[in-house]
């Protein structure tokens, strides 16, 4: 019923830029937050940036000051703008989105995932 289609990934040099686009689509109701989350090797998912209910961002630390996320909720599409790039950013990046589908409840999807290498 719903999609969360991703792009731009890549590799990229220490310091370089990335940016990733998520677009949704589907019988969408309503998106109640949408972001990015990210999963290095061997380490759990976690939250890069996110739009929430209300409509605020969150970052987590490690990204503050060097990734941007913006949407157009016309499109049901964000974007994260990924600067200063460093190694450790290396990861799969999801899109995720909380999403009210027509004639049912809220549910939480997932993208199928974009490789970001950050080489040194």
């Known amino acids: 019923q719903v999609q969360l289609v991703e792009s731009g990934g890549g590799l990229v040099q220490a310091g370089g830029s990335l940016r990733l686009s998520c677009a949704a689509s589907?019988?969408?109701?309503?998106?109640?937050?949408m972001g990015w989350y990210r999963q290095a090797p061997g380490k759990q998912r976690e939250l890069v940036a996110v739009?929430?209910?209300?409509?605020?961002?969150n970052y987590a630390d490690s990204v503050k000051g060097r990734f941007t996320i913006s949407r157009d909720n016309a499109k049901n599409t964000v974007w994260l703008q990924m600067n200063s790039l460093k190694p450790e950013d290396t990861a799969v990046y999801y899109c995720y989105a909380r999403i009210r589908v027509y004639s049912s409840s809220v549910g939480d999807y997932w993208g199928q995932g974009t490789q970001v290498t950050v080489s040194s």
């Open positions: 589907g019988r969408i109701f309503s998106i109640n937050a």
């Open positions: 739009f929430t209910s209300g409509g605020s961002t």
